[in-house]
């Protein structure tokens, strides 16, 4: 089984908006898109806030709804189309990151 996780900035994925502002209150909205192939059909979202770990937020595949995990839908959003796109209201580094596996 291989297995290749291309995270923004790297080899082909491409996350909108290096530094992104919003008042308190509103939302922001950052688009992540690759040009690796239909191969690479999972997206991942992950944030971490100052001085701790990453976090998995959400992540969606072709074939079902996004998978938010113990995240709440209200205040995270994800469309899956050729491009990745979350809504986020939480001050925090946010990384996306493209998802491919072979078996």
């Given at each position: 089984?291989?297995?290749?996780?291309?995270?923004?900035?790297?080899?082909?994925?491409?996350?909108?908006?290096?530094?992104?502002?919003?008042?308190?209150?509103?939302?922001?909205?950052?688009?992540c898109?690759?040009n690796?192939?239909?191969?690479?059909?999972?997206?991942?979202?992950?944030?971490?806030?100052?001085?701790?770990?990453?976090?998995?937020?959400?992540?969606?595949?072709?074939?079902?709804?996004?998978?938010?995990?113990?995240?709440?839908?209200?205040?995270?959003?994800?469309?899956?189309?050729?491009?990745?796109s979350?809504?986020?209201?939480?001050?925090?580094?946010?990384?996306?990151?493209?998802?491919?596996?072979?078996?």
């Amino acid at each position: 089984m291989g297995v290749d996780i291309v995270l923004a900035g790297e080899n082909g994925v491409k996350q909108s908006h290096s530094v992104l502002w919003a008042e308190k209150g509103n939302s922001a909205e950052m688009n992540c898109s690759h040009n690796k192939g239909a191969s690479y059909y999972q997206m991942y979202w992950y944030r971490q806030h100052q001085g701790e770990a990453m976090e998995l937020i959400v992540y969606t595949i072709a074939t079902s709804s996004p998978d938010f995990g113990s995240f709440d839908k209200n205040k995270f959003s994800a469309v899956k189309k050729n491009t990745e796109s979350g809504s986020f209201t939480s001050s925090a580094v946010y990384f996306c990151a493209a998802y491919y596996t072979t078996v």
